[in-house]
């Protein structure tokens, strides 16, 4: 297999920080990269906040944080993560987006280097036929808050060899997560149950069935979930669950994929969630208030 030592990941918002955190614990050493240096400001700012209330539960020590903090340098251009083992695109779910950046980092990569997508729903094959080397390039998909949940699902494209295949488990486990075999179909395994879900919530919500609240409360203690699913969606991000929606509804050609034409309103509206401080629940006060 080839040995991980230094990972680069492509993109400092929630998923990027999750992965560089989790990357520099584990002892790699982590290139982090964005558009710009603010935006790579901004993420370290992020890892250094999550990685204190670690130590605050008592997860970590001081010692092992400023060890990861001293593991992350930031990358200003794109090609100095050519210089990575490994390179791990977290950029925004859109496919024109992702193979944009592969195209622009191809010509930097190391002959050896592997590449990854954290890609939530996009086509694993798709991806990589964007690039110079589709045998090295694989799917590894963190769940969100990547410090806190333990499952990367590894996603092979038709073109992914054994030893990239074998290299991505190693390395993901080598983070302490435990893997979930994917095959390359729309969205996967856990977003292929869990997003229709939260559009199935929404519809239940825009058909009058119940109020916000309500199919939160109702799914929290009658099927014992720890969040409800609207909160869920605000949570995710209501742009990646249409996003996620519409792979699928366009993937797999079937009508119980159609986005909520409400989830289509709330995103139009910029009403995206926890990140735009209003989604099905406004977030500007002290306490999250229903918007419906």
């Given at each position: 297999?080839?040995?991980?030592?230094?990972?680069?990941?492509?993109?400092?918002?929630?998923?990027?920080?999750?992965?560089?955190?989790?990357?520099?614990?584990?002892?790699?050493?982590?290139?982090?990269?964005?558009?710009?240096?603010?935006?790579?400001?901004?993420?370290?700012?992020?890892?250094?906040?999550?990685?204190?209330?670690?130590?605050?539960?008592?997860?970590?020590?001081?010692?092992?944080?400023?060890?990861?903090?001293?593991?992350?340098?930031?990358?200003?251009?794109?090609?100095?993560?050519?210089?990575?083992?490994?390179?791990?695109?977290?950029?925004?779910?859109?496919?024109?987006?992702?193979?944009?950046?592969?195209?622009?980092?191809?010509?930097?990569?190391?002959?050896?280097?592997?590449?990854?997508?954290?890609?939530?729903?996009?086509?694993?094959?798709?991806?990589?036929?964007?690039?110079?080397?589709?045998?090295?390039?694989?799917?590894?998909?963190?769940?969100?808050?990547?410090?806190?949940?333990?499952?990367?699902?590894?996603?092979?494209?038709?073109?992914?060899?054994?030893?990239?295949?074998?290299?991505?488990?190693?390395?993901?486990?080598?983070?302490?997560?435990?893997?979930?075999?994917?095959?390359?179909?729309?969205?996967?395994?856990?977003?292929?149950?869990?997003?229709?879900?939260?559009?199935?919530?929404?519809?239940?919500?825009?058909?009058?069935?119940?109020?916000?609240?309500?199919?939160?409360?109702?799914?929290?203690?009658?099927?014992?979930?720890?969040?409800?699913?609207?909160?869920?969606?605000?949570?995710?991000?209501l742009d990646?669950?249409?996003?996620?929606?519409?792979?699928?509804?366009?993937?797999?050609?079937?009508?119980?994929?159609?986005?909520?034409?409400?989830?289509?309103?709330?995103?139009e509206a910029?009403?995206?969630?926890r990140k735009?401080?209003?989604?099905?629940?406004?977030?500007?006060?002290?306490?999250?208030?229903?918007?419906?």
């Open positions: 297999m080839v040995q991980i030592k230094r990972v680069g990941v492509i993109g400092a918002g929630q998923m990027g920080t999750g992965i560089a955190h989790v990357a520099a614990l584990g002892g790699y050493e982590v290139l982090l990269h964005d558009v710009s240096r603010e935006r790579i400001d901004a993420g370290l700012e992020t890892v250094k906040r999550n990685l204190s209330r670690q130590v605050v539960r008592g997860m970590i020590d001081q010692s092992a944080m400023d060890a990861a903090l001293q593991h992350i340098t930031p990358a200003e251009e794109l090609q100095q993560v050519g210089g990575a083992d490994l390179a791990i695109e977290a950029a925004t779910e859109d496919e024109q987006v992702k193979k944009t950046i592969f195209k622009a980092l191809g010509p930097h990569l190391g002959p050896k280097t592997l590449l990854a997508s954290n890609t939530s729903s996009i086509s694993i094959t798709r991806l990589a036929s964007a690039t110079d080397r589709p045998e090295k390039f694989i799917g590894l998909h963190f769940m969100n808050p990547a410090p806190i949940m333990k499952l990367v699902e590894i996603i092979r494209g038709i073109a992914t060899d054994a030893e990239t295949y074998d290299t991505a488990v190693a390395f993901a486990q080598s983070l302490g997560k435990s893997t979930a075999n994917s095959e390359d179909f729309p969205a996967f395994i856990v977003n292929r149950i869990l997003v229709p879900m939260i559009n199935e919530a929404i519809y239940t919500l825009y058909e009058g069935v119940g109020t916000v609240e309500a199919i939160d409360t109702a799914m929290r203690l009658g099927a014992n979930h720890p969040m409800g699913p609207l909160e869920l969606g605000d949570f995710i991000g990646t669950v249409l996003s996620i929606m519409n792979v699928l509804y366009d993937g797999l050609s079937d009508s119980k994929y159609r986005p909520c034409p409400l989830l289509v309103k709330y995103v910029g009403w995206l969630g735009a401080g209003r989604g099905f629940y406004d977030y500007r006060g002290e306490t999250p208030v229903p918007t419906r």
